[in-house]
């Protein structure tokens, strides 16, 4: 039996994936991926959140009317928000540079508009993933519960790593969580907290071959109680 690669491999090698083969993922491995996610900790084990997954048809149904009606001007509805705001200096540059890195990788001019909106309606078409996923949480639900939902998502994405896919969360689909909650029928209650595209990872694709940055152990934590 081979062992599985030791979990820090699996984290460390996950990123946000924004193109795709377009080989189909079996129902069984996405089940399985969604199962482990269902086992990240949350107070009083209220476990808040809920998926639909999609493939095929329905996911290019639910794509183009989607892009319709973006087209058609549908208005931006966010129902949380994203970003702080205003957004301190520190993080505005990190989300600076991590934007110009992405485009750099693409060959889009930081001044071509145009390039870089058709860059980010592809957030709406899951990157033309396999399989698209819309996450959603129960509205009524406490802060403490994002957390627990969080930590559900990256669970998601780790086993998924796991499995030899690669994913992409899609903080984008929010905006639209309104008509996308009545376009799959969902309950009055439930918000559209995020999207996740899932598949095989297409590793020739220029959008792939760049990472963004994470700051230094020294800039995030301190220890305690240790001799140095």
């Known amino acids: 039996m081979i062992a599985p690669p030791p979990f820090e491999d699996i984290a460390q090698a996950r990123k946000s994936v924004r193109k795709y083969k377009p080989d189909p ?5 996405v089940q399985r991926i969604l199962e482990t996610a269902r086992t990240a900790p949350s107070g009083a084990n209220l476990q808040p959140g809920r ?20 087209d058609d001007g549908l208005n931006v509805t966010e129902a949380y928000s994203y970003f702080p705001e205003p957004m301190p200096k520190y993080l505005r540059q990190r989300q600076i540079k ?3 890195d992405l485009y750099t990788a693409l060959g889009i001019d930081r001044k071509d508009a145009d390039a ?19 996450a959603t949480i129960d509205a009524r639900m406490g802060k403490g519960c994002f957390m627990d939902f969080g930590m559900m998502l ?31 029928g969902f309950d009055e209650h439930d918000m559209v907290v995020c999207g996740v595209a899932l598949g095989y990872e297409d590793t020739e694709a220029p959008a792939n071959n760049f990472r963004t940055d994470r700051i230094s152990l020294e800039q995030f934590a301190r220890f305690e109680g240790w001799d140095r």
């Open 116 to 134: 870089r909106r058709r860059q980010f309606m592809r957030n709406f078409r899951f990157f033309d993933a396999p399989v698209g996923i819309i």
């Open 25 to 29: 993922v079996p129902l069984a491995t």
């Open 51 to 70: 998926f639909v997954a999609m493939t095929g048809q329905p996911l290019r149904d639910f794509c183009d009317t989607l892009m319709v009606a973006i």
């Open 154 to 184: 990256q669970t998601l994405l780790l086993a998924a790593q796991a499995e030899g896919l690669a994913s992409c969360g899609i903080g984008a689909m929010s905006m639209y969580g309104p008509f996308i909650a009545e376009q799959l």
């Open 98 to 100: 991590a934007g110009a």
